[in-house]
């Protein structure tokens, strides 16, 4: 009886080794791969390094299976595999099952283990979507703002912020997904039901309650709802003195844990306990510097430092006058930039001299060194500090997003902006940055419908009518993007906006006009949006004057420039890379700097 071809072929495999090769190479690359996925982060590699290994591992399986074929390993070295000796195959096949067996489980068992190992690369290094889940995940919480029922309505403050520290607390559990606070907190004072709220933040639970303070007495309430059905799974009163505000807490965010059923892998976070007068005039100052006014933050500053006063050594106030500080040089300019950026490093630093691991101060910090000194290394290992200290606040988050984009990339910054758009679904903020990276990319219907979403959210909101205008612009409709300049709220936007559009229209007078006013009114403060104008325009000698002035007035803009689309007329200039070098933002020297962020998982 003729033996049937496939097995003298599988017979022809064990006799040449193929299968012990395929179970040798498939182990190891399984185990090379679980190297990979714990170096990579520890060494700060490169995301890409999961798919080149992964790639080459693949690639390198039929190499490994026709070299096993080919060639056999000899005491005389490697010699090509001899023919089969007479019969030899037929002893192979008459041989038992249990001789003939094993040899084929264990070629499957290391093709296999292979596989496995690239699926997971593969999940490991996919970016996250906002559209890749179907629902909520069981355990995740939106905390609502807990309304005043104090007398004094300006107790509201307080009760906002007992609000948002629970939010904070629970955000540090990194087995529960927390709404961040603009989301949860849109919903103040919106009479919507709470399957509606927790539908549009993706959750599957939300905690609300309420607070009434009384000099130094305070009642709390808190109730956990699940969303898919509005029951009540649980609910609590506390009738405490201020002094047990911090210990009420810390019991709201045990029970939200045990009520979800969340395994921790670690110890539960914890309150850090404050002299209660200091926190409640840290609560108020925080919410009065996010009226983001030149009043708002001089009041916020004052109630800072009376809270400094009280409790030195209170790094979180330190580190809110930091970003306050900051905020007031870069964005109001109501600090020059030398004052305002001396003062906030010098607030950063002693709130990280408090607690080493404070991650808010890193990213001012980080922020500061991009900036004002513009040292796009050390921001770079400040912002990714930070972030790997608290590798899911929103705050930091944005910090990432713009650092990835003064370094030029794009893909990371798209990511990046995206991920927070998608825990902070109903803030204005994340979808305008993640507009202003579509812009960046070129994505310009993408850009578009994020900075449309923007404005429905908050029609107020300064500088998106004037991206929302360059996007229309630069798609080739300037009759539209006009527009969209002329309702721009901040007038410096405006006027830029104005002398771009105007142009494009073929209006020069009226874009001259714009331009004058801009330059009249705001030489200083917009040096770099200036050579932006006159760049679009064509005035190419101009336009690296005003990047110059830029340069000598330390401006905040030029971070911008890596990725800026209103300065391509200058990029084939000679003096266009010598510029680049000359403020450390050429090609070369920003692929030098290290900055790999992973995705939070």
């Known amino acids: 009886m003729t033996t049937p071809g496939y097995q003298r072929f599988f017979a022809e495999l064990k006799r ?49 299976i026709v070299l096993a074929w080919a060639f056999d390993s000899t005491p005389e070295g490697i010699r090509r595999t001899e023919a089969a000796a007479p019969g030899e195959l037929v002893a192979i096949l008459a041989a038992p099952a249990s001789q003939r067996w094993p040899a084929g489980l264990m070629a499957l068992a290391g093709m296999t283990a292979l596989l496995a190992g690239v699926w997971y690369m593969g999940r490991q290094s996919a970016p996250a979507s906002a559209d890749s889940a179907t629902g909520p995940v069981a355990a995740s919480i939106a905390v609502l703002p807990f309304v005043n029922m104090s007398d004094d309505a300006s107790n509201e403050y307080f009760s906002d912020g007992i609000s948002e520290e629970l939010l904070n607390l629970l955000a540090r559990i990194p087995q529960l997904q927390v ?45 956990l709802i699940r969303a898919e059905d509005g029951f009540h799974l649980w609910s609590e009163t506390w009738d405490r003195t201020l002094d047990d505000i911090f210990a009420i807490q810390d019991e709201i965010a045990a029970d939200v844990v045990e009520q979800l059923q969340v395994t921790l892998l670690g110890a539960a976070p914890t309150v850090e306990e404050i002299d209660p007068e200091a926190y409640a005039l840290f609560l108020q100052a925080r ?14 500053n004052a109630l800072y430092e009376h809270a400094l006063e009280i409790e030195p050594e209170y790094a979180a106030a330190w580190s809110g006058l930091a970003r306050n500080y900051s905020r007031q040089a870069a964005a109001l300019g109501t600090l020059s930039y030398d004052e305002g950026f001396r003062l906030a490093r010098e607030a950063a630093n002693q709130a990280l001299k408090i607690n080493p691991e404070y991650a808010p101060a890193y990213a001012v910090l980080g922020d500061i060194a991009g900036s004002a000194d513009n040292d796009l290394a050390a921001a770079a290992r400040l912002t990714w500090r930070a972030l790997e200290l608290d590798p899911t606040n929103s705050d930091i988050l944005g910090s990432a997003v713009n650092m990835s984009r003064d370094l030029g990339r794009l893909d990371k910054a798209v990511a990046l902006a995206e991920y927070v758009v998608a825990r902070d679904p109903v803030y204005a903020g994340a979808h305008l940055r993640v507009g202003n990276r579509y812009l960046d990319a070129g994505r310009l219907d993408e850009a578009i419908a994020s900075i449309r979403t923007a404005l429905s959210l908050n029609p107020g909101s300064s500088i998106a009518h004037h991206t929302l205008g360059l996007a229309l612009l630069f798609k080739g409709e300037p009759q539209e993007a006009l527009s969209e300049m002329q309702q721009e709220s901040s007038a410096g936007w405006r006027l830029i906006g104005l002398s771009i559009a105007h ?26 949006n200036i050579a932006e104008v006159l760049a679009y325009r064509g005035e190419t000698d101009r336009a690296f004057e005003w990047l110059d002035k830029a340069v000598q007035y330390n401006d905040p803009g030029l971070s911008l420039i890596p990725v800026d689309r209103t300065l391509a007329n200058l990029h084939d200039d000679p003096r266009w890379l010598p510029f680049l070098e000359s403020i450390g933002k050429s090609p070369e020297q920003l692929a030098a700097i290290e900055f790999e962020v992973r995705l939070p998982q």
């Open 179 to 223: 709404a961040a606070r603009t989301s949860s907190f849109s919903f103040k004072d919106q009479s919507l039901e709470i399957s509606e709220i927790a539908d549009r933040l993706h959750v599957a639970h939300v905690l609300e309650g309420s607070v009434r303070k009384a000099d130094n007495q305070v009642r709390i309430t808190a109730q």
């Open 503 to 528: 142009y494009a229209l073929g209006q020069a007078e009226e874009s001259d006009t714009a331009l004058a006013e801009l330059i009249d009114k705001y030489e200083q403060q917009w040096a770099y």
């Open 16 to 64: 040449r080794r193929v299968f012990r090769v395929m179970a040798v190479y498939g182990i190891v690359g399984f185990v090379l791969l679980q190297i990979v996925d714990l170096a990579v982060p520890a060494l700060l590699l490169p995301e890409w390094t999961y798919r080149f290994v992964a790639l080459i591992l693949l690639l390198g399986f039929p190499v490994a």
């Open 287 to 300: 919410q009065l510097g996010r009226q983001f006014s030149a009043e708002g933050y001089e009041r916020a």
